[in-house]
């Protein structure tokens, strides 16, 4: 595949070297909407605990291209093996014709272009990600209601350009990326062929099964996205779980089959799969996903960041809706003005201006709006840039309770002086995530705490413990079998079924509030009140933010009104503190009520 060009080798903190196709570095890779991946964290706050998670979605995003392209040599190899169709002779003449067409998909997936497509939709399959990644999202789903995932719409329309523009190889080439792309963001995305004379001379449906497994490499059970960035993660938080022998999964993929009947026609089902004597290997990452999102992606610290952010994000976003349309030119408003237009985007709405949406994605990214924090934790700063724009200025006054939550998500963020956090995890969180879906008000008050609550936010994560892996034995190649069926897997079956999750809210209680606001300090107690009493009966709430009865918090409620004041260059008002303080018991409540419906399930 570098014929055309060679190689470029690039050092790597995971694979030592890795290597891609040099017609990629100069069409792609080097322009600015893939650079900007640079200023996007792979995991968002979670910094704030573990500093060394600092890397970006660029290495990340270069990790998978190459990751994806060895996979796919190990599938190649593997397949032909396996389903040699000449050495069983005790095959009916159904089988016979499935084993012929996987190794003749097999062997679709070693021609140079299908590498090709895989390298690019590697490189592609994050350039959607905006500011602090996945928080983004959940911002996004407080304002306005999402149709799919605004990232991944986002990567489509982005590598569509880019690929229309830059494209390295022949355009066949670049619209089979693309659509790889759409395929593995498709949830629950199958590969399947009628199993049938007709359809099995037919190359071009070949061809589709080929790509549709390059999907499913890029986002499966036991895709290489994943791998990738659990490794990556793992060295770069300086943990040691998280690592397993990723050139092992490399040597024993393959393509999985299985012959179904399906309305009266037979179909076969394809998938990547692992060779019986790679289950340990399967069974490793997996297990290690689950103890980095124990451990590091959703620790109660990285969660309440993550938290704040999402509540920052959020005030953001409902600032722009308001404005619609900032008028000045300054650093603030280029950022309002492109969040409006990405929440246009993520409801549905048509494309008007490509042009736009690319530059707006040069705007939105960690180091823009990080920058942005300091215009609210630091008034002196935001008071000039604020005053340019006199629509900007006259919004923040009338909507003083938005102006001072963006101070104190700000000013806790930027001081590292985190909010009181009340988390639930174990089995009662579990239980609570799966009934989120047969409680579709719970999902609701979620949504609307998060939108109309200024100084609280809630936070639900959850995943299944293991997905479903398809495991080949030699012998039997066309009847794969699940990972948690398979007796070769010591320890992931115990798992089958469980679900990880936690479920957190996070409130600012500003610090002295038992001697500077009694009121606050009422709603608080009677909230730890409710607290301790629910984890006498149920168990799982945890309370972050106050040891051994001091505040985390250093931000005073007097103080939070005097940055707001100076940041509207207006002198501070015992109303502005008495509004602000009803505000902060109106999110108590909310909480409490929130809580309290939890308790129930």
Known sequence: MGADGGYRYIKDVVYGFIYLPRPVFNSIVDTPLFQRLRNIKQNSLARMVYPGLSHSRFEHSLGVAYALMRAIEGIVENTSKVYKVSENRALSNLERSAAE????????????????????????????????????EGALSSVVEIKGKAHERLTVLVADALLREHCPWPDSVCNRALKVL???????????????SDSLLEENKLLEAADCVIAQLLSSSIDLDRADYVLRDSVHAGVTFGRFDLERLYNTLVLGARIRRDKGTMKLSLAPAILDKGVSTAENLLLNRLYMYNEVYLHNIVLLYNAIAQKYLTLLLLLARQI????????????????SLVTEIAAGKPVSSMRSIEDCMLVLTDSQIEASLNLFAKPSLGRSEISISEKLKEQLKNNIMLTAALTATAYSIVH????????????????????????????????????????????????????????????????SVEITDNPLALTIGQLKGRTYAKILFALFIPRGARDEAP???????????????????????????????????????????????????EPPSKEIENLVEKEIIKSIQAVEEMISIISKI
């Open 101 to 136: 067409t996987v190794a003749r998909i097999g062997n679709l997936l070693a021609s140079t272009d299908t590498l090709r497509v895989a390298v690019l939709a590697g490189l592609l399959h994050d350039v959607g990600h905006l500011v602090w990644s996945h928080v983004f």
């Open 182 to 196: 759409k395929m593995a963001y498709e949830d629950g995305h199958e590969c399947n062929l009628k199993l049938d």
């Open 324 to 339: 619609n349309n900032c008028e000045s030119s300054t650093f603030l408003c280029s950022i309002l003005n492109c969040l």
């Open 416 to 479: 590292r002086r985190h909010w009181l956090a009340l988390t639930l995890s174990g089995r009662r969180a579990e239980e609570v995530y799966k009934n989120l879906k047969k409680f579709g008000d719970l999902t609701a008050k979620f949504v609307k705490l998060n939108k109309s609550m200024f100084f609280a936010v809630g936070y639900r994560y959850g995943f299944d413990a293991v997905d479903n892996v398809w495991t080949v034995s030699r012998l039997d190649p066309l009847h």
């Open 519 to 569: 009121h606050i300090n009422e709603q608080f107690n009677n909230l730890l009140k409710r607290i301790e009493a629910l984890s006498a009966g149920h168990g799982g709430w945890t309370i972050k933010g106050i040891e051994n009865g001091v505040e985390k918090q250093d931000l005073t409620l007097t103080h939070l009104v005097k940055m707001v004041s100076e940041l509207l260059g």
